[in-house]
């Protein structure tokens, strides 16, 4: 039973109380009706048989008597009737009582369609009464003639002739018919073989075999009786008083288990609704975050680019300015030389170009702490525009020292190309090691696109990221140790000699004696360093 605490459910309101009452008896209707097809599967197959049942209403009556027994599921089975004949119109029938009133037009689909659409017309949410008057408009019910009953000539102080528990006075194959349309096989008739188990009902035999308990209102014929109910002992009648109030507490709990199993199901539905939406919106905020990265990456480079630009236009057009100055003069001033104030001006911004050029030098041998490729490079390509610019021999060198390459033009063109690769390869090797379940394989098909820039792209991996590569590759627990013979280079990517080889030319224990560019002749090149300041050519 559903129980109110007023105190401490002060919010409740009756609106929402009403809306719920209703909804759970609309329920246990619902879920009535439907046991009606597994209710007709045993009768119709006879499985009750097989649980030693000879019939179905002792299958109902001992398997299904808390539900109402035999009476109840017949009802129903009256109910499922109405509803298939009804067709479209069937749905509008919520339960069992409102199908009651209808159940003796079935045999006439034309009668009950009309009789629903009828209710419907008047009412649109019909209830019992609305569908018997209906179904009293459509075919109305004629009157039975109640049989004439003499008051037996019998003074007042004596006895009746017929003793009250005296049974029925029903001879036997006696055919009856089935009277009260609220009975499933109402208009049927059948035979009364037996004798009647009580006052109040017959045992009729059908012409299909079936052998059903009814109540004498239920039948056409008078059946004479005294007494309307059944007198039983004392200790019987204390036993059915024990089992109807077993029975009704059995129909509360059932009751409060269906409302606890609804809401619970309410519940849960609602919960999981919650958690697929919380969900969903973590992985839109994973995804936004992601873009957002990837986004300020690009920014980062565009402006990159749009600095290189400006510092190239602004070298444009200061070699405009002066070609244009140079226009300007008469051909027989200049001749075949420039003015001394032309040549002054021209070798003041060249002056002043190289001192930029010969300060930036100095960057490649101390870089800057924060993102020091990054800045290496950029200051390189800048360098290389301005030696392009300005044909000069100095600021070649220091791009080519900045860039790690020869000073040439060529050199270092395609070392600008390789360095302008490397934002992407570092963004495709980071989204390859993001993947779940990342493998050596995943990684050497990225990497190898960007083979000629690996050190530069190393120098900018974090430390958890080069561990996660060195995990991936299976070779990465076979360490080949630094002995004298070895050709090494320096470990750190920020050191002038990380690009430089050299031999050990002697082992000092944990350190060794290196001889730079293969030179063991020359003294100067030779330094001692830590085994572990010091790599192999072509590993990280």
Not at 60 to 84: D, F
Not at 115 to 126: H, K, T, V, Y
């Amino acid at each position: 039973m559903l129980t109110l605490d007023r105190e401490t459910k002060p919010a409740l309101h009756y609106d929402d109380l009403n809306s719920s009452i209703k909804d759970t008896f609309a329920a246990i209707d619902r879920f009535e009706l439907q046991a009606v097809e597994q209710i007709r599967l045993m009768h119709d197959e006879r499985m009750y048989r097989i649980a030693g049942y000879k019939n179905f209403s002792q299958y109902c009556q001992g398997e299904l008597h808390v539900y109402g027994g035999y009476r109840r599921i017949n009802q129903l089975l009256g109910a499922s009737k109405v509803i298939v004949a009804a067709g479209e119109l069937g749905p509008q029938i919520k339960n069992e009582r409102q199908a009651r009133p209808l159940l003796r037009l079935v045999k006439e689909p034309e009668k009950l369609i009309a009789a629903i659409a009828l209710a419907l017309s008047s009412n649109p949410e019909p209830s019992e009464s609305d569908f018997a008057a209906a179904a009293n408009i459509v075919a109305p019910m004629p009157r039975v003639r109640k049989p004439f009953h003499q008051e037996p000539l019998v003074p007042k102080n004596q006895e009746p002739l017929v003793p009250k528990n005296q049974e029925p006075l029903v001879p036997k194959n006696m055919k009856v018919t089935i009277s009260s349309p609220s009975h499933p096989r109402y208009g049927e008739s059948g035979v009364i073989e037996a004798e009647a188990p009580n006052n109040s009902q017959q045992i009729v035999t059908f012409a299909d075999g079936e052998r059903l308990l009814v109540n004498n209102t239920d039948l056409d014929a008078a059946i004479v009786s005294d007494s309307t109910e059944r007198t039983y002992p004392k200790e019987y009648s204390e036993a059915i008083a024990e089992l109807k109030e077993q029975h009704k507490l059995e129909l509360e709990r059932l009751e409060q288990e269906l409302r606890i199993g609804l809401q619970a199901e309410v519940s849960a539905r609602a919960e999981a609704q919650v958690s697929e939406q919380i969900q969903s919106m973590h992985f839109l905020y994973k995804e936004q975050k992601e873009q957002n990265i990837q986004l300020q990456q690009r920014l980062d480079e565009m402006e990159g680019l749009r600095n290189l630009k400006i510092e190239n236009q602004q070298l444009h057009q200061r070699i405009g300015e002066l070609e244009h100055a140079l226009l300007e003069r008469p051909q027989q001033q200049w001749g075949n030389t420039m003015t001394q104030q032309a040549t002054k001006v021209l070798n003041k911004q060249v002056k002043q170009a190289l001192e930029k050029t010969i300060d930036l030098r100095s960057l490649a041998l101390e870089p800057p702490k924060e993102n020091a490729t990054e800045c290496l490079r950029l200051m390189g390509m800048a360098l290389k525009n301005l030696a392009s610019a300005m044909n000069n021999t100095q600021a070649l060198e220091a791009a080519a020292l900045i860039l790690g390459t020869s000073p040439t033009r060529s050199a270092i063109a395609i070392r600008t190309e390789q360095l302008q690769l490397l934002p992407q390869a570092i963004r495709e090797i980071r989204q390859v090691l993001a993947k779940p379940g990342c493998s050596w394989q995943d990684f050497c098909t990225v990497a190898q696109h960007y083979e000629v820039i690996k050190a530069d792209y190393w120098a900018e991996l974090t430390t958890s990221e080069k561990e996660l590569i060195s995990a991936l590759n299976p070779k990465a627990n076979v360490a080949m140790p630094i002995q004298v013979g070895s050709i090494v280079c320096h470990a750190d990517p920020y050191h002038t000699l990380y690009i430089a080889r050299g031999k050990v030319i002697q082992d000092l224990g944990e350190q060794v004696v290196v001889a730079w560019d293969n030179s063991q002749d020359e003294p100067k090149n030779t330094s001692i360093y830590l085994k572990n300041e010091l790599r192999f050519p072509g590993s990280n």
